[in-house]
């Protein structure tokens, strides 16, 4: 026996609510995975502290990063290749140095997923 209100009016519910809370969409068609990375990423203070460098511009290499956040070899590797593993920022091999720079479009994502949360 079908309930009392059918299927066809909680599809109607449905639609009505996407309507209404269009803003919502837009946090659906971005892909989650990434945006998760993302916020694991930057939930670290050392992360931070590191992103901010980096995003001084001035294309620093790994060992320039210390002088920044006094932290041990192995904790800057693994906390270089989270913010690298969640794409917030890019590495190119200069010599034996390995240069950093922040990925904009990356950047531009989290910015866009962050504005979509704003209320109209």
């Keep these: 026996m079908k309930g009392w209100l059918g299927r066809n009016y909680f599809i109607k ?31 670290d203070p050392h992360r931070l502290l590191l992103l901010k460098e980096i995003a001084k511009g ?7 990063l210390f002088e920044f956040v006094p932290i041990s070899q192995p904790s800057m590797s693994q906390h270089l290749k989270s913010l690298a593993e969640s794409g917030l920022i890019e590495s190119h091999k200069e010599g034996r140095n390995m240069r950093l720079a922040i990925n904009d ?4 994502e989290l910015t866009n997923f962050l504005q979509s949360l704003k209320i109209a």
């Design 58 to 64: 001035t294309n620093r290499g790994c060992a320039d």
């Design 105 to 108: 479009e990356k950047l531009e």
């Design 13 to 43: 519910l449905l639609v009505a609510d996407i309507l209404t809370n269009a803003h919502v969409l837009k946090v659906v068609d971005m892909d989650t995975k990434s945006l998760t990375k993302m916020a694991k990423s930057l939930s």
